[in-house]
């Protein structure tokens, strides 16, 4: 890959995020990819009701709406697709897939929209046009040509509707597999098994109002001013209404730690609410790389040992009685774990963790929000209910102002799972999938993202079929994806622009462009809207406005209904009338997934509804119906002597593995994403000098691995804790590396050493 490196310089983080910088470039991003009259359309659809759903994160939007309701990287995101930009057969004539190969990301997306199918044949150097029934006519007689359907993985990416994704698991399990990894599997499903156990529900149990009736709001492991900035927002209104916040980040992130106008439009930070607070967040606990759950467990011991000095002061011990089990088992837990552990996992001092804890005690309700920084560890599914069991220790579930705050990235990965992305199956949802369509579902559990991986690479699995994504650049362990793809007998992407998989192809490969959110949908019973789920549970429509890129690409739902129909031939399904009346799929996911009773009628109503969310209302679905104390050991990862620990981040100039430009504003980088950030004394220590360039090596048990030049950024950040851009130190990531109990990556927490580039 090329090195897409400018002049790199690096100054002083600012002190205020977004403001001013946020409106010029967010409106450079607009007109310069958009125009001055498409881009002012869009922005005044982006999360309006009844308007475009913003492809970026999946924070709501509020009851009410002001006329311009998106941030800068909302801004980005639609730009981004709705570009004037667009790729056709003369671009791939002209390029051959190693020349393509050899691009940077931010190169490549930035080429433009993709206009028609395309394939690269068998031992052919270019991708070259193939219309639309003899693409599917391929990809159909190669499933129905394996030797059995799990030799297929059918992967999802969070920005799939609902109603392409209920349809997408439907056909793959009426074909005869559950293999159906999703983005999920690298990002929120730490959070899925853990609150799914603790709780019953996967999912967060607060809405945007709590953050105005709370009194204190814990932000651990998200970058909220980046990666869901309109959070910004609830953070001040929090603030305003009284509350405190803790952030706990080996990193002092800038949209974290001083305030802040997410809405580009807006300008002024002064503006918001009236109201400036100088710092965000009241403390912030620079913890160690992986010291999280260490963190928990201090200010829950030290919550202990307070309750027991003044029983009454500290517990809600009616709400333990009544509402929870485990409470002893975990006290015991809680006294057995050191102190001298507890400071050297965290990395903090007694008396940091003894501030946080009082904060909470102080708090009659407060909200925890978290993301990539806690789910992407080898001990993630514990950590998590280690902040369940903070929360049940002061009953701060099921009542306003208190809750837990999963903050879920793509815009509709949520929606995605409730309709059935997911390798396995509850017994809920395959009992009603077999009555709606009169089949019996695979039994087997299928391949997660990892499996799937290692299933390619063992030449288990020999056709890949990606709904979105970018499999090959957002997956562990570069190299090893890369060699796993090369070995599929085929790969598919339905994508809306050229990325890094399409140009990581197996033996044979398939582009199938698709329409993005931004465009309008025309199927044979008119025009159709399509509808998501937001962090919050909250269920809206999203409408496109724009033509399409080009009249030869087509919906993910057209493109899902024809594969099926030429896969499955004549199955009982109505899949044209699928395709032709989005309605209709709706009405079967009425019948099938819980909770969405009337889903036609209330997806019409403004602002769409919410599902149910029984924790929210203190009603706990466990099998005993009691929220769980859940007792784990202390975990955190030691490093041997010339060692540190790694994390991964995305900057604000990203989303995911798409680079819309060079720069990330908030932490003072400007044109260039391979940078190693260090600690000061380590950078000292190793004699190494700011801006050198480095080689940065990651260990586990299979060896090593190594990524070169990348240079050095004196940072805020823990002795021996560094941090790189993902996806350029995705190299680094060991495929066998991943959380226990959920599979993801452990993308936050790598072993490397730092040595000069020779
Ligand atoms: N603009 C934009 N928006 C996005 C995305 C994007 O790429 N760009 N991606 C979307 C997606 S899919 C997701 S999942 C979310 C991701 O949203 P986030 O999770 O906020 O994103 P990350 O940059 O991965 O990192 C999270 C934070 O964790 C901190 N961190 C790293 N290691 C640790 C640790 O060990 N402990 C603690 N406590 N903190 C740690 C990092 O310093 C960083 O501030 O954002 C979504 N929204
Ligand atoms: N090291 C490291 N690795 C990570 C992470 C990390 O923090 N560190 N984070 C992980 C996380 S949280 C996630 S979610 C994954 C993300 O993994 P993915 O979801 O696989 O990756 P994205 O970069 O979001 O996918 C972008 C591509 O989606 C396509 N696309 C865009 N819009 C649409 C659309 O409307 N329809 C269709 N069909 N395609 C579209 C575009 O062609 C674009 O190239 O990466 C994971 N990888
Ligand atoms: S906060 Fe997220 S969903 Fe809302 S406008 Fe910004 S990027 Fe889009
Ligand atoms: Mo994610």
Known sequence: MADESEELKVSAPPKVSAGIHAVTNALRHLYGKMGPIRATRGMLKLNQKGGI???????????????????????????DEATKKKIGREFFASHSVAELAVESDFWINQQGRLTEPMILREAGTHYEPIGWDEAIGLVAGKLTSLASPDEAVFYTSGRTSNEAAFLYQLFVRKFGSNNLPDCSNMCHESTSVALAESIGLGKATIRLEDFEKTDLVIVIGQNPGTNAPRMLSSLAAAKKAGAKMIAINPLAEVGLTSFVDPNPQHGNPLSVLGFRPAKLADLHLPVRIGGDMAVLKGMMKMMLERERAKPGSVFDAEFIANETAGFDEFT????????????????????????????????????????????????????IQDIVNLHLLRGAIGRPGAGLCPVRGHSNVQGDRTMGIWEKMTPVFRANLEGEFGFTTPERDGLNTVESIAAMRDGKAKVFFAMGGNFAAASPDTEAVADALAKCDLTI????????????????????????????DRQASGDQFV????????????????????????????????????????????????AADYDLIRDAIERVVPGFENYNVRIREPGGFYLPNPPREGVFPTPTGKALFKTTPLEFVRVQPGRMLMTTIR????????????????????????????????????????????????????????????????????????????????????????????????????????????
């Open 53 to 79: 759903d913003c492809q970026s994160c999946a924070w709501p939007d509020p009851e009410h709406r002001t006329i311009n309701e998106f941030c800068e990287n909302g801004a980005k995101a639609l730009a």
């Open 332 to 383: 015991a837990s809680l006294d057995a774990v050191p102190w001298e552990e507890i400071i050297e996992g965290s990395g903090l001092t007694r008396d940091e963790l003894d501030e946080a804890a009082e904060m909470v005690i102080a708090a009659r309700s407060f909200i925890t929000c978290w993301a990539m920084g806690v789910t992407q560890h080898t001990a993630a599914v514990a950590t």
């Open 493 to 520: 992407q339905v994508i809306t622009k050229l990325n890094r998989t399409a140009v990581t192809p197996g033996r044979m490969s398939i582009i199938l462009p698709c329409l993005g959110r931004s465009e309008i």
């Open 531 to 578: 509808s998501t789920e937001s962090t919050m549970l909250n269920v809206q429509m999203s409408k496109g406005i724009f033509e399409p890129a080009s009249e030869h690409i087509r919906s993910e739902t057209w493109i899902v209904c024809r594969l099926a129909k030429a896969t499955l031939g004549v199955d009982g399904i109505d899949w044209d009338g699928f």
């Open 651 to 758: 900057s604000h100039d990203q989303f995911n593995t798409t680079i819309y430009g060079l720069d990330d504003r908030y932490r003072g980088i400007d044109g260039g994403r391979r940078v190693i950030f260090m600690n000061e004394d380590d950078i000292a220590e190793l004699g190494l000098s700011s801006g050198q360039p480095v080689d940065i090596t990651s260990y586990w048990d299979d060896g090593e691995r190594r990524v070169h030049g990348f240079a050095v950024v004196p940072y805020s950040i823990p002795k021996r804790c560094c941090a790189a851009y993902f996806p350029e130190a995705n190299p680094l990531v060991p495929l066998g590396s991943h959380a226990k109990r959920s599979g993801t990556p452990t993308s936050k927490c790598i072993v490397v050493s730092v040595e000069p580039t020779l």
